[in-house]
Structure formats: structure tokens, C-alpha cells
């Protein structure tokens, strides 16, 4: 009998140990869960400090330091859960959306693990897994609720109708958020990953820098983002002031590019729950992580009867346990992929 055969004959199981695999940027990333929330182990070996020297992810040292780093962070994610791979019932992996040489890596390894094993291989996208990481922080936590999603590669507010439909209200026309927290910290001399290095900065700054409000007249939704034009803005402003002989504090820059891109955040947020009637707001995605974008949401829905739920830090930014809780919910509706799966650099919202 075929893989494929075997799995299809499999029967769910009613608490499902599913392990999570993560290499789509430059995080290899393990983890154990069960029964989709309870997290039994978890592994993250970053190659960051590789790419800082050249100021942003350089794909190539990424796929191959996930190529040494896949099965060491596999052992310890079993070894720290006291589980041999014939426990796992399934094998999730994010096949889409990233870098293709560093997906390929974790796609390729998973399969391999559940051809061995014959186990169920579940596809797993990277941004439905950022949105997961919401249930793993509040596992009572039930659709409807309102995401939104700020990462490195992604910027959008999403109405979750259910665990499997996405309506995205709208998303960025060009430049993600976190994209341009780190375009920003290369201009203000700060290195890679910018996004936390800006914040940092920017506590020792203040809002007096003026920069444009965002998609000012514009004629699509007014869920959308466009952070290409605050970042030129940003830069301009920093070369036009050089450039004058006009001494530059960069974290008053730090603070104002922050306000402004928290401030597009909060807007089209409230908007989102007033158009929805939803009660519940989540955040997903490494610039979850932003303590004043988490600070400016908790003040937002002070007073309000609005849940907010923001995932610890560490699972805003890529981890496998998000993978293995979007796994679970792709298990549960037989979500099993051939041993045939390619990755995907771009995936769909939806
Ligand atoms: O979700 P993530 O880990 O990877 C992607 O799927 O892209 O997000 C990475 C992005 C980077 O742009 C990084 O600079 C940003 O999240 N980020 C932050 C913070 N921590 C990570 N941005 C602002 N403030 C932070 N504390
Ligand atoms: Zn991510």
C-alpha cells in the first residue's frame, strides 16, 4: 500500500499530539503539542546573528543553517517532551509563505518524518499559523474574533468567521509593517532585526517629527495599509535634515515612525470591530511583539467590552507552536497532504 492509502485509512485521534515545523525565514523551529493548545516541548534556533553583518535575512545562509538546525531542534523538541517519533500523530509543517530554500528544508524533513513514520503530513500556512498563536495563548478562545496580522512579510486586519474562513478586510498595498520597521532601523543606523532595536529607541524619544497621515484621499478599503509611504517619508526626512547641516535625533525619528505606524494600526482596528460586531480582538505576528503597539491596544480597549488577546511575545514572532495548532485544526478536517508537496513562496490570505 501507497503512503497516501495508509493515511487515508487513519482515524482521527481524539487529543492528537501533532509536532509543528517552522523554517520559513530564519528561525528553524520544533515543537510538541497536544490537542492543538497544550504545548509539550518547543525548540527555536535562530540564525539572526548570521544575517545582522549584512543587514537583513540573506536566504541562502538561512536554508542552510536550518539544514544543520532542522533535525538538532527535532531531537530536543522530543527529547524535552520524553516522546520517540512513533508518539507524533502527525507532522505539520509551513509549506508557504517565505523564503522557498528555507521552506524547502522544513517541507522536505517533514515529509521524510511522516513517510518514516507513516503518519498524516499536514500543509500548514505560515500566516494561518500566526493567527493560531492567539488560541495557544487563550485556548477557550472561539471565532468570530477580529486579527490582526503585523509581521515581517504581512500587514492586514482579518474578520475570522470560523477556525477555517478568513474575511480580510484589507491589507497593505505595498510595504508590511515590519518590513518597515526594519527599513527604518538601517537608515537610523540600527541593525538587524530592526523592528525590536526601533522600539528600544524609541523610548528615549518623543512625537515631534511630522510625517504624513497614511492613505490620505485614497479610493480602496479603509481597512487597507501602505507603509512604503511613511518609510520614504521617514528616510527623506532624515536626509534632508543631514543634508541641511540639521542635527538628527534618531529617536525622536524611532517615535514618530512608531506613533504614526501604530496609530494606522489602532484606526483601521476599531473600525474592523465596529463593522463586525465582534467582541474579541487578537493580535498575531512578530510586530505583535512591539510593546507600544501592545501597550496603545490595551489602552484602546481600556473601559471597553472588547477581549483583547495578545499572544506572549514569543509567539507573535515565528515559532513551531503555531504551527503544530494550525495543524490540529487542519487535522481535525483531514487536512493531509501527498507526500508530493512543494513550498510556496506566496500563499493567499484567505
Ligand atoms: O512574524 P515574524 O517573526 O516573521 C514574518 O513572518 O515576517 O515577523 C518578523 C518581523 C520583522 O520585521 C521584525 O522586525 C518585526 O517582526 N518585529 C518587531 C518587533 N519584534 C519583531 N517590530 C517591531 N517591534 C518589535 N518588538
Ligand atoms: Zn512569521
Same mark, same amino acid.
Given at each position: 500500500?501507497?503512503?497516501?492509502?495508509?493515511?487515508?485509512?487513519?482515524?482521527?485521534?481524539?487529543?492528537? !499530539?501533532?509536532?509543528? !515545523?517552522?523554517?520559513?525565514?530564519?528561525?528553524?523551529?520544533?515543537?510538541?503539542?497536544?490537542?492543538?493548545?497544550?504545548?509539550?516541548?518547543?525548540?527555536? !534556533? +535562530?540564525?539572526?546573528?548570521?544575517?545582522?553583518?549584512?543587514?537583513? #535575512?540573506?536566504?541562502?545562509? &538561512? +536554508?542552510?543553517?536550518?539544514?544543520?538546525?532542522?533535525?538538532?531542534?527535532?531531537?530536543?523538541?522530543?527529547?524535552?517532551?520524553?516522546?520517540?517519533?512513533?508518539?507524533?500523530?502527525?507532522?505539520?509543517?509551513?509549506?508557504?509563505?517565505?523564503?522557498?530554500?528555507? =521552506?524547502?528544508?522544513?517541507?522536505?524533513? &517533514?515529509?521524510?518524518?511522516?513517510?518514516?513514520?507513516?503518519?498524516?503530513?499536514?500543509?500548514?500556512?505560515?500566516?494561518?499559523?500566526?493567527? +493560531?498563536? %492567539?488560541?495557544?495563548?487563550?485556548?477557550?478562545?472561539?471565532?468570530?474574533? #477580529?486579527?490582526?496580522?503585523?509581521?515581517?512579510?504581512?500587514? &492586514?486586519?482579518?474578520? *475570522?468567521?470560523?477556525?477555517?474562513?478568513?474575511?480580510?478586510?484589507?491589507?497593505?498595498?505595498?510595504?508590511?509593517?515590519?518590513?518597515?520597521?526594519?527599513?527604518?532601523?538601517?537608515? =537610523?543606523?540600527?541593525?538587524?532585526?530592526?523592528?525590536?532595536? *526601533?522600539?528600544?529607541?524609541?523610548?528615549?524619544?518623543?512625537?515631534?517629527?511630522?510625517?504624513?497621515?497614511?492613505?490620505?484621499?485614497?479610493?480602496? %478599503?479603509?481597512?487597507?495599509?501602505?507603509?512604503?509611504g511613511l518609510k520614504t517619508a521617514v528616510i527623506n526626512y532624515v536626509h534632508n535634515q543631514q543634508a541641511k547641516g540639521k542635527e538628527v535625533v534618531y529617536a525622536d525619528v524611532a517615535h514618530s515612525f512608531q506613533k504614526n505606524a501604530v496609530d494606522a494600526v489602532i484606526e483601521r482596528i476599531n473600525k474592523a470591530v465596529k463593522k463586525t460586531g465582534y467582541k474579541t480582538v487578537c493580535v498575531s505576528g512578530g510586530v505583535g511583539a512591539n510593546g507600544y503597539l501592545r501597550n496603545a491596544l490595551l489602552e484602546n480597549f481600556?473601559?471597553?467590552?472588547?477581549?483583547?488577546? =495578545?499572544?506572549?511575545?514569543?509567539?507573535?514572532?515565528?515559532?513551531?507552536?503555531? !504551527?503544530?495548532?494550525?495543524?490540529?485544526?487542519?487535522?481535525?478536517?483531514?487536512?493531509?497532504?501527498?507526500?508530493? =508537496?512543494?513550498? %510556496?513562496?506566496?500563499? +493567499?490570505?484567505?
Amino acid at each position: 500500500m501507497s503512503y497516501e492509502d495508509i493515511v487515508k485509512q487513519k482515524q482521527l485521534k481524539e487529543n492528537p !499530539i501533532i509536532m509543528g !515545523i517552522e523554517t520559513s525565514c530564519d528561525e528553524t523551529a520544533v515543537a510538541i503539542t497536544r490537542n492543538g493548545s497544550e504545548i509539550l516541548s518547543e525548540c527555536i !534556533i +535562530s540564525s539572526a546573528t548570521e544575517h545582522a553583518k549584512f543587514g537583513g #535575512v540573506v536566504p541562502e545562509i &538561512a +536554508s542552510r543553517n536550518h539544514t544543520v538546525a532542522i533535525s538538532l531542534a527535532t531531537e530536543k523538541a522530543l527529547k524535552d517532551a520524553n516522546l520517540t517519533l512513533n508518539d507524533i500523530d502527525a507532522f505539520a509543517v509551513t509549506y508557504g509563505a517565505g523564503l522557498l530554500g528555507a =521552506l524547502l528544508v522544513g517541507v522536505s524533513y &517533514a515529509k521524510a518524518l511522516a513517510f518514516a513514520t507513516k503518519k498524516p503530513l499536514i500543509p500548514v500556512s505560515h500566516v494561518r499559523g500566526h493567527v +493560531s498563536a %492567539s488560541y495557544l495563548t487563550k485556548p477557550d478562545l472561539k471565532p468570530p474574533f #477580529v486579527t490582526l496580522l503585523a509581521s515581517g512579510g504581512h500587514t &492586514a486586519v482579518i474578520a *475570522v468567521e470560523d477556525y477555517y474562513k478568513f474575511n480580510v478586510l484589507g491589507s497593505t498595498i505595498d510595504d508590511a509593517i515590519g518590513e518597515a520597521f526594519d527599513k527604518v532601523a538601517r537608515v =537610523l543606523n540600527l541593525s538587524y532585526p530592526g523592528g525590536p532595536n *526601533v522600539e528600544n529607541l524609541a523610548k528615549q524619544g518623543s512625537n515631534n517629527v511630522a510625517l504624513p497621515k497614511m492613505l490620505k484621499n485614497y479610493k480602496g %478599503s479603509e481597512f487597507d495599509f501602505s507603509y512604503s509611504g511613511l518609510k520614504t517619508a521617514v528616510i527623506n526626512y532624515v536626509h534632508n535634515q543631514q543634508a541641511k547641516g540639521k542635527e538628527v535625533v534618531y529617536a525622536d525619528v524611532a517615535h514618530s515612525f512608531q506613533k504614526n505606524a501604530v496609530d494606522a494600526v489602532i484606526e483601521r482596528i476599531n473600525k474592523a470591530v465596529k463593522k463586525t460586531g465582534y467582541k474579541t480582538v487578537c493580535v498575531s505576528g512578530g510586530v505583535g511583539a512591539n510593546g507600544y503597539l501592545r501597550n496603545a491596544l490595551l489602552e484602546n480597549f481600556k473601559d471597553t467590552n472588547v477581549t483583547l488577546v =495578545l499572544p506572549e511575545k514569543k509567539y507573535c514572532t515565528d515559532n513551531g507552536a503555531m !504551527i503544530a495548532m494550525e495543524g490540529f485544526l487542519q487535522y481535525k478536517r483531514y487536512n493531509f497532504a501527498p507526500l508530493t =508537496l512543494n513550498a %510556496s513562496a506566496v500563499v +493567499s490570505l484567505k
